[in-house]
């Protein structure tokens, strides 16, 4: 039998933490009130590509391309600045000691093991890029041994309903650093990898699936953005990792024209026009900042990896995502007064659906908008898509906020969520 422990979380909601007792509304928004039945074409901005077309085996995140351009660079801000806190960072280190687990337990109070997985992936992601900026091929090998080391370990993700943002998290995480170091482990050991790959659909795909399709027996919108945005980038970081075009598909689709509240305009859930227009609330807006912040990475994670795919979610909606960022720059980074979008959210309590009303925007509650989030938008759409200054204008403030972006630090989850080291990798003149 496996082991997975969600099924008792259907019934008691109020005792999931960061869980199943806060639910969302996955309502439809803005431009798309058409049935996706009907106007499947319509909706999709971005073509799904035939199932016999290649997946693109650049690297994930970072292409060979990023990698020549960043070394040239090294010595010299930013990227200076951004090697020098990796190289600091001791997960990058080659007498970092790695844990691998026979399952990762997240939501189980008491018995939860899922923060070793998160700094052993963090290690392999480090050191891999360590090995790719010129460090030696020592760092390929041990994060390979990491990398390995659970895949020959760990058989299932468990916990309550929590075990869908493990899934999700440290899912789009192995996936990343696992194509990361694709081409050097397939030369030293092609079995050993092929074993990598199907461990990750065998652990998490597996998960990832039965959340978007069946989120624990919820109506669609129960959970909030973060929820469905970790596990999509998991299938498509896992789409990618196993030549798998129907993996990626399935994600690219449902982030187009699905129903959980991980569809980018669910997510980003109101576009604001007049003096507002070039800013766009988010879905987790209405609950606390941090989780809103994490809604921001995860979908620059998305949209970069699909950028390397040849998939531009960065245009998505006229630059749906920039407007996210710079409502998330403008309230928090700037403390300036952004509007609010009053929202429905439906949920499910233990006797069935329930709706509440969403009526203003999260306190800042002394956050200041801070993190490893900010850099790849900034320079994405700054440098790489070449827009106007004013559009960018509190991206930019973020991403000096955070100079230089980390990753993998302090001992809770909101720590390792985000790779980071976007200051490194994403910079651009």
């Known amino acids: 039998m496996k082991k997975l422990y969600y099924v008792i979380a259907i019934f008691f909601f109020s005792s999931c933490g960061d869980g199943i007792d806060l639910p969302s509304p996955g309502v439809e928004t803005d431009l798309y009130k058409l049935t996706v039945k009907e106007n499947k074409e319509a909706l999709m901005q971005v073509p799904l590509k035939a199932i016999s077309e290649p997946m693109i085996h650049c690297g994930a ?12 660079r090294l010595s010299r801000d930013p990227w200076k600045s951004g090697y020098e806190i990796l190289v600091d960072n001791y997960h990058s280190r080659l007498d970092y000691v790695a844990n691998p687990q026979a399952d990762i337990r997240r939501g189980e109070s008491g018995n939860e093991n899922y923060m070793v997985a998160a700094n052993d992936v963090a290690a392999a992601y480090q050191m ?18 990491i990398l390995d080391g659970w895949a020959v370990t760990c058989k299932v993700v468990a916990g309550n309903s929590n075990l869908a943002l493990a899934a999700g998290l440290y899912g789009y995480e192995f996936a990343v650093a696992g194509e990361l170091l694709r081409d050097y482990w397939k030369e030293k050991d092609e079995s050993g990898f092929a074993r990598y790959q199907q461990w990750m659909l065998d652990v998490f795909y597996v998960a990832n699936h039965d959340f978007l399709v069946n989120h624990f027996g919820t109506v669609p919108g129960h959970y909030w953005a973060n929820w469905g945005l970790c596990n999509l980038a998991s299938m498509i970081g896992i789409g990618i990792l196993t030549d798998r075009r129907d993996i990626y598909n399935e994600a690219i689709e449902h982030l187009q024209i699905g129903d959980t509240n991980g569809r980018l ?28 912040l994490l809604c921001q990475g ?9 950028w390397n795919q040849g998939d531009d979610f960065f245009g998505y909606d006229d630059n749906r995502y920039l407007k996210g960022c710079e409502y998330n720059g403008r309230y928090l980074v700037a403390s300036m007064d952004v509007p609010f979008e009053a929202y429905a959210r439906t949920w499910n309590n233990a006797w069935g659906p329930t709706t509440d009303k969403i009526l203003t925007i999260a306190d800042r509650n002394g956050s200041n908008g801070s993190g490893p989030i900010w850099a790849l938008a900034y320079y994405h759409y700054s440098k790489i898509k070449g827009l106007d200054a004013e559009k960018c204008q509190y991206s930019k403030m973020g991403m000096e906020l955070s100079f230089p972006e ?3 630090l302090g001992s809770t989850s909101g720590g390792y969520d985000n790779l980071g080291f976007g200051t490194l990798m994403y910079s651009r003149e």
């Open 265 to 292: 305009t669910y997510a980003i859930n109101h576009v604001f026009t007049g003096d507002y227009a070039n800013l766009a609330q988010w879905q987790e807006s209405g609950r606390d900042m941090g989780h809103t």
């Open 128 to 145: 891999g890029l360590r090995y790719h900026l010129g460090d030696g091929n020592a760092y390929a090998d041990h994060a390979i041994e």
């Open 406 to 408: 980390q990753g993998g």
């Open 298 to 306: 995860l979908m620059g994670t998305i949209c970069q990896l699909t």
């Open 61 to 72: 995140l970072h292409t060979p391309e990023d990698f020549e351009y960043v070394k040239a």
